[in-house]
């Protein structure tokens, strides 16, 4: 059996932590927006931050390389070669980034108007499309730094800046929002974002390899970022065409509102989604370590790290979507269909993807990027296509439904091509297993049926209650979760 070290538990901890407070700050920001500025300023922040924020994956190029190579360079404890990958990628991602920056600027008007799909955008709005840009620009040259800090796994370390940094950014935007309404918002994740680059850098400068003196330019790591970073970069421009693309055909084909409730939904999805993934993606420096020392075993780690990714997903949506039949009420009762049908599909395709993660992080780890670049180019061409074809004919509480789609097909391709790669075969589904599913999968639907025959609240609690009781005895009983607590126990 695969021993986990524990080095992966407590990365894995402090990721699921990380989003959990990220998370609740998110909420606390929502319910600001929603309560004082309306729908429509939510899906004003939503597509004005939707293209900077699709734009720094782009960074994803050179971080990748650092991720890949950090781990590598630590074991041999070359120094040289660690301070200067991080030296050049940092400068790299200045450069490249400044350069956007300044492009986004000159045509921050003509962008807008595309994505708002209007001839005329007010100058409030290319206000706070600049400030966004700025917020880019800092995340964009930290993702190398935060990124050296996980390729030397100590991504909990990571994540306690992260947290500290979420909290900040909370307490600022929600002072900010009553005085300066949307722009104080993104104010706040600018000095979230200055302070999360400063955090990264203090931690960096502590580690033993990091030296000022062996900071120097070298032309092979730049070569470097520009070819085995291509396969990253294709990777960012397939995510950078989905996110804008979709909220500009929501907002073609409906209102700003239906992209507020979108990003409601899509943001409260994706966060559970981001929790799991970050904790399988901890075994990519792991991999990449493993693999150098020929100690790798890829059909155990596949399935052990799949199972629990499986049941965290079918645990952590059944959830969510209970416990958001409870609060859509309090936020916006006319909408709560429409918010009920986006989150059941994002749920379910989002499932699927989150079962590609594990292959995922080991191809990264390998460095085998082809089929994550055809997967996520998949992803894009599907989704532009249907709602390109079918978009002006979905109902309201369908509205999703080309992204449901696309991100179903995606991954189920990249599930196969990685079985198919590696020779995978499946472990037979636990009993104890199918408890926990099977419960996951009735939540859901009896919080789909409250909601549509519009029964009071009190019942959507009583369902939640029995949901998290059963639930909790289920997870005691079950042998995956036993034995991690053991393990983090006996630590």
């Not at 092979?220 to 970022?225: A, G, H, P, Q, R």
Request: charge should be positive; hydrophobic fraction near 55%.
């Amino acid at each position: 059996m695969l021993k986990i070290k524990s080095v992966v538990i407590k990365n894995s901890i402090f990721s699921v932590l990380q989003i959990v407070l990220s998370t609740f700050c998110y909420v606390v920001i929502y319910y600001l927006i929603l309560h004082k500025l309306g729908k429509n300023e939510l899906g004003i922040w939503s597509i004005i931050t939707s293209l900077p924020i699709a734009i720094s994956v782009f960074g994803s190029g050179v971080s990748g390389c650092v991720l890949r190579y950090i781990p590598v360079h630590a074991a041999q404890n070359d120094k040289k070669a660690f301070n200067q990958i991080i030296f050049n990628g940092f400068v790299f991602n200045i450069v490249f980034g400044g350069l956007i920056v300044l492009l986004g600027y000159c045509f921050s008007a003509n962008i807008l108007c595309f994505l708002f799909n209007s001839p005329k955008i007010p100058v409030r709005y290319i206000q706070l499309f600049r400030i966004s840009l700025c917020t880019f620009f800092i995340s964009f040259i930290t993702s190398v730094l935060l990124s050296a800090i996980d390729g030397m796994q100590l991504i909990f370390v990571r994540n306690k800046i992260v947290i500290f940094c979420s909290i900040i950014f909370c307490i600022t935007a929600a002072i900010f929002v009553y005085y300066y309404d949307l722009t104080g918002i993104l104010i706040a994740q600018l000095i979230q974002s200055i302070l999360l680059l400063l955090c990264a850098t203090v931690i960096l400068i502590r580690v033993d390899l990091f030296d000022f003196s062996l900071m120097k330019f070298n032309q092979l790591y730049i070569k470097l970022f520009l070819t085995y970073g291509q396969g990253f970069q294709a990777i960012s421009l397939a995510v950078l065409i989905f996110d804008p693309i979709t909220k500009y055909f929501l907002n073609k084909y409906f209102n700003l509102s239906t992209v507020g409730i979108y990003d409601l939904a899509s943001r409260a999805v994706t966060q559970i989604r981001v929790l799991i993934v970050s904790a399988v993606q901890v075994i990519t420096p792991f991999v990449s370590k493993s693999n150098e020392k020929r100690e790798l075993d890829i059909n155990e780690m596949f399935n052990k790290i799949n199972r629990g990714a499986s049941l965290l997903s079918f645990i952590l949506f059944s959830t969510l979507i209970c416990f958001s039949m409870i609060i859509v009420g309090y936020l916006d009762e006319n909408n709560a269909n429409q918010y009920l049908f986006i989150l059941i599909l994002l749920c379910i395709s989002y499932h699927f993807n989150i079962m590609a993660s594990t292959a995922y992080s080991i191809l990264m780890g390998l460095g085998k990027l082809k089929n994550i670049i055809i997967s996520h180019i998949l992803s894009s061409i599907i989704n532009i296509a249907l709602f390109f074809f079918i978009g002006k004919y979905l109902i309201d509480d369908l509205v999703v439904l080309p992204i449901a789609f696309s991100i179903v097909l995606s991954s189920e391709y990249l599930i196969f091509k990685f079985k198919k790669e590696f020779n995978i075969t499946d472990d037979l589904v636990k009993r104890t297993d199918s408890f926990v599913k099977t419960l996951s999968v009735f939540t859901i639907i009896m919080s789909a049926i409250l909601v549509l025959l519009k029964m009071s609240t009190c019942f959507r609690i009583i369902l939640f209650v029995f949901h998290l009781l059963v639930l909790i005895f289920l997870v005691i009983k079950n042998d995956f979760f036993a034995g991690i607590l053991n393990k983090i126990s006996n630590k």
